[in-house]
């Protein structure tokens, strides 16, 4: 397997769980495997799909993907093809026919073509040795992505009783475990779980103060990386595109309200690298495979702790650095309860509410965000401090709270614990809101006592007390601050607290200034060549109409500038070449090399 892997793949060595998942299949076992994304999961079937005599089948929902990854496996040699809806009945006749004369391998397709007839016969004539299910999770309407095709999985299971069987999915709750493998029949499978961290991820969660210019900064720093900014709602995208062009900046908006045409139109500029940032809804995603995504925006606040999981999951498949960034601000959290509100069934409201107050917990709390998002899915984290986050990269000189705490719930007490944390500010700064004269609390003893204090600040102080349980958040619609048993019991005893120090808010620095990130986490190869090869790729990708990344993926050219391969030899060892790669690319990117290397010498 080894072998298969260096000379189909390129790769030494595999990732955890790939070998015990590959040694299942080929023993003829069933596997439900649960691996974050980029956690490597397409080996698991392809690489058993090339030793076994016969044809493999892979289910895949995501049509405009197929195409990619068949590019892909033909690049490094693999007899693999895919059957959809995007071609004519004469194409797929052919195909099929060199699916049963043994000339197609791995054979892709929807999961609706399954109920079709001719496809039933193909099935009925062939003896299939292996059935990968991707993105198991559609099977399950607990999952967040149900497709009603996938119950058609059930009859290929019959027809099959004996083929093994692997279903992959990187949507983890327990809930949509358990359904995968009662709705598949898969009673008889192992489990694999591998871990859901994400190392190469930075996760940050910032303030949304001057957030334009903020992101206008952050993407300068990026320039000429992939990066996803997501909003909103569709006209947030396309004034946010518009503000970003007019910075100069190249974007394209993208939300499912836009022609079918113009959204493949944008998708495929950011797969082969023409446009780097899309600002989009969550529609943009699903169908997106692109390994070298760098950076991940949340410029609203996503509706659940799982989507955001996923969102920024989009980020460095190809193991190399990515950065996730939300912009936290409260005033997002109530442009989703208006959503929330207009919701009709009230349990899906009831858990839409539930889901969006996890967000909010997330972003307010002080404890490290890769702990917490691993705990969500059930899953103790190795250290406390993982070094990739805001909390953890940026840790938090505590001071002494007690005259802020005591001011902040005596306002609340004040205020007969009957309004929101935004009023409390608004009382404890002496800020003349309408409402608050209107009612006469600028007449109240602890009207403006908190001046000193910018509202931001008090927001976290206010969050930090909800997660030390001196303050209580009540109510569902409009949540209102309260002073729980514990907070009493703490005024009334006179007692101290210590709190991390607030941040005060950011001031967004010159936006031109901001230097621009090296790719790669330990940094020690040719920028400057890389870029040459970066463009050497494009080139041959565009002549031979595949993605960028079917050609090297980022990690192979940074090697390639770090190694500086000069024979046929130094080639092979770069990462992901296999032999295929060695013969198509090898002459091509060595004499590149070679040229680049000259014209430094001769320059200095
Ligand atoms: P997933 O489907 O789990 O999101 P992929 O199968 O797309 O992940 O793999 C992510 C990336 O990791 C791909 O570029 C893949 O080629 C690479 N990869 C997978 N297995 C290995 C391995 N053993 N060694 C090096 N790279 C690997
Ligand atoms: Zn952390």
Known sequence: MLNLLKTHFGYENFRPMQAEIIARVLDGG????????????????????????????????????????????????????????????????????????????????APERLSTPSFSKFLSDIDLKLIAIDEAHCISEWGHDFRPDYRNLKRLRAAFPKTPTLA???????????????????????TFISSFDRPNLKYIVR????????????????RGE????YCFSRKGTEELAARLNREGLDALPYHAGLDAEVRKETQEKFIRDETRVVVATIAFGMGIDKPDVRL??????????????????????????????????????????????????????????????????????????????????????ARDDCGGCDVCLEP????????ATQKVLSAVLRLNERFGAAHVIDVLRG??????????????????????LS???????????????????????????????????????????????????????????????????????DYALFEVLRALRKRLADERGVPPFVIFGDVSLRDMAASLPKTDDDFTNIYGVGAEKLKRFGPIFIEAIADYTASESADS
Request: charged share 25%; aromatic share 8%; hydrophobic share 40%.
């Open 226 to 229: 992939s990066a996803i900014v």
């Open 207 to 222: 303030p949304k103060h001057n957030a334009r210019t903020a992101l206008v900064e952050l993407l300068k720093r990026y």
């Open 431 to 452: 800020s003349e809101n309408k409402k608050g004269l209107e009612r006469g609390h600028d007449s109240l003893s602890v009207y403006g006592i908190g001046a000193e």
């Open 30 to 109: 069933d596997a439900l495997v649960l691996m974050p994304t980029g956690g490597g999961k397409s080996l698991c079937y392809q690489l058993p799909a090339l030793h076994l005599d016969g044809l493999s089948l892979v289910i895949s929902p995501l049509i405009a993907l197929m195409k990619d990854q068949v590019d892909a496996l033909q690049a490094n040699g693999i007899a693999a093809a895919f059957i959809n809806s995007s071609l004519d009945g004469g194409e797929i006749a052919g195909i099929l026919n060199d699916a049963k004369a043994g000339a197609v391998k791995i054979l892709y397709v």
């Open 455 to 525: 509202a931001y600040e008090w927001r976290q102080l206010i969050g930090a007390l909800t997660a030390r349980e001196l303050l209580e958040k009540r109510g569902d619609e409009y949540p209102v601050l309260g002073v729980s048993v514990a907070g009493r019991h703490w005024l009334k005893e006179r007692m101290t607290i210590t709190l991390p120090k607030p941040r005060p808010p950011v001031k967004a620095r010159a936006a031109a200034k901001a230097p621009r990130i090296p790719l790669g986490g330990d940094g020690d190869y």
């Open 168 to 190: 992959l999915t990187a949507t983890a709750t327990a809930k949509v475990r358990e359904d995968i493998i009662r709705q598949l029949g898969l009673d008889k499978a192992r």
């Open 396 to 403: 938090r000189e505590e001071i002494d709270a007690t005259e």
């Open 296 to 381: 991940i925006v949340h410029y609203n606040l996503p509706k659940s702790v799982e989507g955001y999981y996923q969102e920024t999951g989009r980020a460095g498949r190809d193991g190399l650095p990515g950065e996730c960034v939300l912009f936290y601000s409260y005033g997002d959290k109530v442009k989703h309860d208006f959503f929330i509100e207009r919701l009709e069934d009230p349990e899906e409201q009831a858990r839409a509410r539930q889901k969006l107050q996890q967000v909010v917990d997330f972003c307010e709390s002080f404890t490290c965000r890769r702990a917490t998002l691993l705990e969500y899915f059930d899953e103790k984290p």
